[in-house]
């Protein structure tokens, strides 16, 4: 049980419910008691059952679509803070809005630098998350980023594969430097998939970089959305002589078409994590999907960040 001068505390969303409760069990914890009131015009209040007065009170939602995941985080941050919390600690396994880090073309958003800004708004004082689409938004924040890396669950699961003559491939070019850090510690081959985009969420052409016949394939990525680049590179990957395709990405998006997509695919398997919950929906196939569990990393982290120990060793 986790004891220190400010009394411990990590509370849920809705959306992430069944995480945390994994994350708690994991600390040897109970989830704090917490509640939303829905109105009849869609607008809701979140509230806490329990004082969270001079504690440190970690609320555990990932920010996943409908943006309602969004501001229900950042109204219980901002219960809390209303609510004498010493610390407010944002728990966001998927962060949404990532992808939006620059202006790639003129007059658009820079999504993630806003949702930062609206967090410290709330009055968070430290965010813990999981491979963000791209490093640098660790900086668009004034306050602490635990930024963790799913590779702590998914190299000893790539390491049971046992599989011959692996290959670790870079969906695009922006994923090199995150698959170069696998190959190493995997001691493997790197291929690098190049693709171009006739628009948003459509993979017009791609094309592969490496060694590619003969081998055993793991595509690493931190997410997958439309599922379009996974399975496009699949197909090109064993039109050029691979053995077997798998994907590893940590955060299942999995929009519109894509668990049809997937379960049509020549892919082995996909690999994600439970930063985001899968389809309940009896009638989609999933079964092509291996989840695994991060609770216990983010448990871990948890405990250190409370305790005011270095968490480095978890980093990649």
């Not at 994991?26 to 939303?36: C, H, N, P, Y």
């Not at 190959?183 to 628009?199: D, V, Y």
Request: aromatic letters at 8%; hydrophobic letters at 45%.
């Amino acid at each position: 049980m986790i004891s220190n001068h400010h009394k411990f505390q990590i509370f849920s969303g809705r959306s992430t419910r069944y995480l945390a409760e994994r994350i708690a069990k994991a600390l040897d914890s109970e989830l704090g008691q917490s509640q939303v009131t829905d109105f009849s015009d869609g607008e809701f209040q979140p509230a806490f059952n329990e004082s969270v007065r001079g504690n440190t009170v970690f609320i555990v939602q990932s920010t996943f679509p409908p943006v309602a995941n969004l501001f229900e985080l950042l109204l219980m941050i901002d219960a809390a803070r209303r609510a004498s919390a010493y610390k407010v600690i944002a728990v966001i396994p998927y962060f949404g809005w990532a992808r939006q880090d620059r202006k790639d073309r003129p007059r658009v958003s820079i999504g993630a630098k806003m949702v930062a800004n609206l967090l410290a708004a709330a009055g968070c004082d430290r965010v813990m998350t999981m491979d963000l689409h791209a490093d640098q938004i660790q900086g668009f924040f004034d306050f602490p980023v635990d930024h963790i890396y799913a590779s702590s669950v998914f190299l000893p699961y790539a390491r049971n594969l046992k599989l011959d003559n692996l290959s670790v491939a870079a969906p695009d070019m922006g994923s090199a430097k995150r698959v170069n850090a696998y190959a190493r510690l995997l001691e493997c081959p790197m291929i690098i998939c190049h693709k171009s985009r006739e628009k948003a969420n459509v993979v017009g052409s791609v094309t592969a970089i490496g060694d590619v016949e003969g081998r055993n394939i793991l595509i690493l990525d931190d997410m997958v959305d439309t599922a379009g680049t996974v399975c496009k590179a699949a197909d090109m990957l064993l039109d050029k002589g691979a053995v077997s395709v798998r994907v590893m990405a940590t955060h299942p998006v999995l929009s519109g078409t894509a668990y049809d997509r997937i379960a049509r695919s020549c892919l082995e398997e996909v690999i994600v994590t439970d930063t985001i919950p899968l389809c309940n929906d009896p009638n989609i196939d999933t079964g092509k999907i291996k989840v695994l569990s991060v609770a216990e990393l983010f448990a871990d982290i948890i405990q250190k960040v409370y305790h005011y120990q270095s968490i480095s060793t978890n980093f990649l």
